[in-house]
């Protein structure tokens, strides 16, 4: 078996062979997701330049809008250059070691978006129901240790995907129909017993997303009943357009993920395996791409701080 290592039946190296049943659309695949990486790049990139720049921003909501951007930015570069060699050059070989990195940073990175979604939940949920607490509550110091709780949490629970695949046998081939190193997938590849993958899979899935699903559900719960106990239409008109962009961004997030998990768990042999594959790259990509045009077109701040860094830009470029 080519790139096996027939003593401990750990391969040298994997093959992913992107959208197994659509190789000769690869090209045409491959544009897409190219745009969509561009614009996650591009998009993700200003929004923390802006942020980091413009002095109106430096507030909790847009120090938690500029970490959800890192980690969108960060997600998609780990996964679609190695997609587009696949889809342009057909470089499908990845080692053995640098196939479980992905895994553990695609896993790990997913799981981080959900955590920063549900500190911004938190968020909403403060600025909404104690408005004349929300700079005293929300400090530099909470926003970093939240944010750095959420990053062990997901680290935590991710690293034990690399230890339970590389504990497995391949003597079945090294061949993954995937674009990236998927936990399952590659565990799949295996001929040992993957339940426990499996299981411990979606315990992860359950401890993360479960559980900020939970809370975001219950922050809007008492921002709805916040909102609701307003006298005045308008002011709760204002309330709840504050919370807008991050259910969009929500939506983006989580619709994917749960189509993605019921199709792998109840879906069976009805949907096509490429349909799963393309799915599973958007729901990598949707978010990242969606995220800073959902912010950039629903938060009037942002849109105010681009007007005028742009109008900085062409100052210095008249005074030169």
């Known amino acids: 078996m080519s790139g096996v290592n027939s003593s401990s039946l750990i391969p040298g190296f994997f093959i992913l062979n992107g959208v197994p049943g659509l190789e000769a659309a690869h090209i045409w695949i491959s544009l897409p997701f190219c745009f969509m990486y561009i614009i996650a790049v591009v998009g993700n990139c ?67 978006e959900s955590g920063v979604l549900m500190l911004m939940a938190l968020d909403r949920y403060v600025a909404i129901c104690y408005p004349l607490r929300y700079a005293t509550i929300l400090t530099s110091s909470v926003i970093t240790k939240t944010g750095l709780a959420t990053f062990l949490r997901s680290v935590m629970l991710i690293i034990p995907f690399t230890f339970l695949t590389k504990r497995l046998p391949y003597c079945r081939g090294n061949f993954v129909p995937h674009t990236y190193c998927d936990h399952m997938s590659v565990a799949k590849v295996s001929c040992g017993k993957v339940k426990v993958n499996a299981i411990y899979g979606l315990l992860a899935a359950v401890l993360i997303g479960g559980f900020d699903i939970f809370c975001i559900s219950v922050s809007y719960t008492m921002i709805l009943q916040a909102v609701m106990s307003l006298s005045s239409a308008d ?46 790259n958007l729901y990598l990509m949707l978010p990242p791409t969606l995220n800073p045009i959902v912010y950039g077109v629903k938060t009037k701040q942002i849109q105010e701080g681009v007007i005028k860094l742009l109008y900085k830009e062409k100052h210095i470029l008249a005074m030169k």
């Open 46 to 112: 200003g929004l923390i330049y802006l942020i980091s720049h413009e002095e109106a921003l430096h507030r909790p909501m847009y120090y938690f809008l500029a970490l959800l951007s890192f980690t969108d930015v960060t997600l998609c570069t780990t996964t679609v250059p190695n997609m587009l060699c696949i889809f342009w050059f057909n470089l499908k070989e990845i080692d053995f070691n640098a196939c479980l990195a992905q895994m553990f940073f695609v896993h790990m990175l997913t799981g981080m």
């Open 235 to 280: 002011a709760r008109h204002k309330a709840f357009s504050t919370c807008t962009s991050h259910i969009c961004a929500i939506v983006i997030t989580y619709v994917p993920a749960l189509f993605t998990i019921f199709t792998h768990r109840f879906g069976g042999q009805s949907i096509p395996h490429h349909v799963h594959i393309i799915i599973a």
